[in-house]
């Protein structure tokens, strides 16, 4: 990568027709697994077909459509961030809704009436306890590998919140190595605690009171540290699943890349809100593991040196790619994901 230079290299008209082609592609995505999800699912999936049968192909398209929307409007955009946290927090309170309107007695907005706690210690913790239902698990791992960890940035139902929290304070911060050692500890804990938790035939009643527990200590890690620190501290340093969504998002060939225009300036670090741009971590040109692949920090870099990679692709194709298929699974789950 070679920073604004191999953005300038870039013929506009290739920028212009790749647009289009991520479009095209958002399109057939959205509706491509949409439809395998209504076509599978063992139940209808699709809120449209619940109320109306036959309807959810409306809903197909209208998703589809929105996607196509939201590629064209970011895609030549170097400054995506606000508009990254705005459609994320529009996930998840399509999702919270559906949910309280769900447990308040309009069952059709639920997934299937067995209702799980929407803390994401839940998707590593309850299958284990349970025994069953890894519906959770292998959503989150299907995501992994077709994003990596930008389940952290774009998807997931509660993360969005605590970016919400640390935009609190103008510039991102930074958080010390001891809290690399509680989130792993955090980490460790979780799986160890759900086998002792089956082991000793803790009633499923208990086990939610626990969960339930970790969630709202987690709401206060929001509310009180991430709002003074800059960073998303509950995402950083206290959620496993972010722990999850960090290691086993390096399968996915997706990066960020710091490239050699890059003049050590220091800029960028208070646009990372996920403890991944320390001054160590730019002279050795790479971020952190907690990189979830936001992109924030793209605007902020006055030489052009940051950028997403995928192979051999350039960073302005590399972010196309990357975008049409976090659009799309952003599309996709707000026509599936619910409790
Ligand atoms: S760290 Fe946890 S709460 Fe935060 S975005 Fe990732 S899975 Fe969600
Ligand atoms: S390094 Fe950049 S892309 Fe990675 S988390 Fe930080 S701001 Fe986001």
């Known amino acids: 990568m070679s920073g604004r230079g191999s953005s300038a290299a870039v013929h506009p008209a290739r920028v212009a027709q790749s647009k289009w082609a991520a479009a095209l592609a958002t399109f057939l995505l959205t509706t491509g697994i949409l439809s395998l999800a209504r076509w599978k699912a063992p139940f209808p999936i699709l809120l449209a077909d619940r109320f109306l049968p036959l309807s959810g192909w409306i809903q197909i398209l209208l998703l589809a459509i929105y996607g196509v929307f939201l590629i064209t409007k970011i895609a030549d955009r170097r400054d995506t961030a606000g508009i990254r946290l705005r459609i994320w927090l529009f996930f998840s309170i399509v999702f919270f809704t559906q949910f309280i309107l769900g447990v308040a007695g309009f069952e059709k907005l639920l997934m299937t009436g067995r209702l799980h706690v929407p803390v994401p210690a839940v998707v590593i913790a309850g299958p284990i306890f349970r025994g069953e239902r890894f519906f959770m698990p292998i959503l989150f791992v299907s ?133 991944a741009l320390s001054a160590q971590r730019i002279t050795k040109r790479r971020p952190g593991y907690t990189c979830t692949l936001c992109g924030d920090c793209i605007a902020s870099c006055e030489t052009g040196a940051l950028g997403y990679t995928i192979f051999r692709a350039s960073p302005p194709v590399s972010r196309l790619i990357f975008l049409t298929l976090v659009v799309s699974l952003h599309a996709v789950f707000l026509g599936v994901a619910r409790i």
């Open 143 to 275: 995501t992994i590998v077709l994003v990596g960890p930008a389940w952290c940035s774009h998807l997931c139902y509660i993360g969005a919140w605590d970016g919400l929290a640390s935009i609190a304070r103008r510039r991102g911060g930074s958080l010390s190595s001891g809290w690399t050692w509680l989130r792993f500890t955090i980490f460790a804990a979780t799986p160890v605690t759900a086998v002792l938790l089956r082991f000793f035939g803790v009633s499923g009643s208990s086990a939610v009171i626990i969960a339930v527990g970790f969630g709202v200590l987690g709401l206060a890690v929001m509310a009180g540290l991430s709002t003074r620190r800059g960073v998303m501290v509950h995402c950083t340093a206290i959620c496993p699943l972010g722990v999850a969504s960090n290691l086993l998002g390096k399968v996915s060939p997706f990066r960020i890349r710091i490239g050699p225009s890059c003049t050590d300036c220091g800029l960028c670090t208070a646009s990372c809100r996920y403890n």
